[in-house]
């Protein structure tokens, strides 16, 4: 197991949101990702205040790209995963895998009370 | 068709009331978004989200600068009763007079060194503390560390000090307060006297510290890349 422990659910659904855009994970699709996952809005700058956590861990990298005209001139900073980002992301299914196949059948339903 | 422009007072909080390192990616996604048809209320949310972050994730990051800046200030009453003591002993009386004419010059120099001493002591121990518990410090940053506390001081104190004065007989009990006589008593003070002294030390301490936590980007730095933008679980 990593030193650092593993992922948590934010953390995860960040670094997966990463992986699925790929060269166009940038701060509006990364939120837009995540608000679909979470099912609810998410403000584009709690996304940046978590990726740049991701950065500082070096589980994601990201460098800035060209000024465009409907961003009033401003660049899009695009983000991408690490090696060691990639290792924690398969770490994390491994074990979520192992935990889920040890686990019986189980319908989605919630139970009804009686 | 004209473009619609998100409200300007909030553009300027966002550019103005963000703190720490910040670049130009987040007001981009912001016009980005708006564009697309968002409304005034939404981007002020998220303007105040951005702020209220921003303030909450540079505290959090000079937490342990805030702790030590906190710690080594409580001292502070102990060592301006050392000084106090150093200045009305009877050895630098007796050099007062002889140095009669150039007294003053020497005074001033003599006070800085020894300030400038309680704080590198400091900072040494934090340099030492932070490398041990958390990581090294940059070596550039703690130097510019050193010179920003021997040079901040005087000022904050001379304004502390000035502001105290013009006060000094209008709070009630102030001028006839005293320290705790003992080292213990002094570092666990909590009169407004001892935090009266303290206030300069800690807020020295602070700004030096302050400049140590990096924050900036360096774009352009080889990172190890995964090279293939499709799925690769």
């Not at chain 2, 130009?24 to 697309?36: C, N, P, R, T």
């Not at chain 2, 505290?59 to 102990?78: E, N």
């Not at chain 2, 703690?142 to 004065?165: C, E, K, N, Q």
């Not at chain 2, 006060?167 to 006297?193: K, N």
Request: charged residues 20%.
């Amino acid at each position: 197991m990593s030193e650092r422990g593993y992922l948590g659910e934010l953390e995860l659904m960040l670094l997966l949101a990463v992986i699925h855009l790929g060269e166009e994970a940038y701060g509006v699709p990364i939120a837009g990702e995540l608000g679909k996952y979470r099912k609810s809005e998410v403000a584009v700058s709690s996304v940046y205040a978590a990726l740049e956590r991701l950065e500082a861990k070096g589980l994601i990298t990201s460098a800035l790209g060209d000024p465009t005209p409907e961003r009033g001139g401003k660049a899009k900073r695009f983000f991408r995963i690490t090696k060691e980002g990639m290792r924690q992301v398969h770490e994390m299914r491994c074990a979520l895998t192992r935990l889920w196949q040890t686990l019986p059948d189980m319908k989605m339903d919630a139970p009804k009370e009686s | 068709m004209k473009r619609r422009e998100p409200p300007q007072l909030a553009t300027w909080m966002l550019r103005h009331l963000t703190a720490g390192y910040r670049d130009e990616a987040v007001d981009g996604d912001l016009l980005e978004v708006f564009g697309l048809g968002r409304s005034n209320a939404w981007y002020w949310r998220q303007v105040s989200v951005a702020c209220v972050h921003s303030w909450c994730s540079n505290l959090g990051a000079r937490g342990p600068a805030l702790l030590f800046a906190l710690l080594w200030s409580m001292l502070s009453p102990a060592w301006y009763t050392t000084i106090a003591s150093i200045e009305t002993s009877s050895a630098v009386s007796r050099a007062s007079q002889l140095f009669q004419s150039i007294w003053l010059p020497l005074a001033l120099i003599g006070w800085m060194v020894i300030h400038t001493a309680f704080f590198w002591a400091g900072l040494l121990v934090y340099r030492s503390v932070h490398s041990i518990l958390l990581k090294p410090l940059r070596q550039q940053s703690v130097h510019r560390s050193f010179w920003i506390a021997a040079l901040i001081f005087p000022l904050i104190s001379g304004g502390t000090f000035m502001i105290g004065d013009l006060y000094w007989y209008s709070i009630p009990g102030l001028c006839q307060a005293r320290l705790a006589p003992s080292f213990v008593g002094q570092v666990s003070d909590l009169s407004f006297l001892a935090d009266f002294i303290r206030f300069p030390y800690f807020a020295a301490m602070l700004i030096a510290l302050w400049g140590t936590v990096h924050e900036g980007r360096i774009d352009g730095v080889d990172d190890p890349f995964i090279e293939s933008t499709t799925n690769p679980i």
